[in-house]
């Protein structure tokens, strides 16, 4: 088993920066491939960024990449979301994942609460 706590978001103004964390308690997070997903009111969860073990290769959706850059430090078991220039549309709950890779939500076994990021526009 893996637990896993998001946190970091916030409402922010549209062209600001975030970071949201990802923190992993339970079996080795160094095992773990992890993934970021998010969920915007009335939108089903969509893929945002993954992340293999060792963090040498990463994947993005297209509607972040650029944007965004998703990283993990091992040493303390966490991983992380760096978010530029966010706009309205950036607006959802946002979901880390562990167990699994990929861009398919039904891959990844262990999910955390999620945090809440805000862009006012």
């Known amino acids: 088993q893996v637990q896993l706590v998001e946190s970091g978001g916030g409402l922010v103004q549209a062209g600001a920066s975030l970071r949201i964390s990802c923190a992993a308690s339970?079996?080795?997070?160094?095992?773990?491939?992890m993934g970021w997903f998010r969920q915007a009111p009335g939108k089903e969860r969509e893929f945002v960024a993954a992340?293999?073990?060792?963090?040498?290769?990463?994947d993005y959706a297209g509607s972040v990449k650029g944007r965004f850059t998703i990283s993990r430090d091992n040493a303390k078991n966490t991983a992380y979301l760096q978010m530029n220039s966010l706009n309205a549309e950036d607006t959802a709950i946002y979901y880390c994942?562990?167990?699994?890779?990929?861009?398919?939500?039904?891959?990844?076994?262990?999910w955390g609460q999620g945090t809440q990021v805000t862009v006012s526009s």
């Open positions: 339970g079996r080795s997070f160094s095992n773990y491939a």
């Open positions: 994942a562990a167990g699994g890779y990929g861009d398919t939500a039904n891959g990844y076994s262990y």
């Open positions: 992340i293999s073990v060792s963090g040498a290769h990463t």
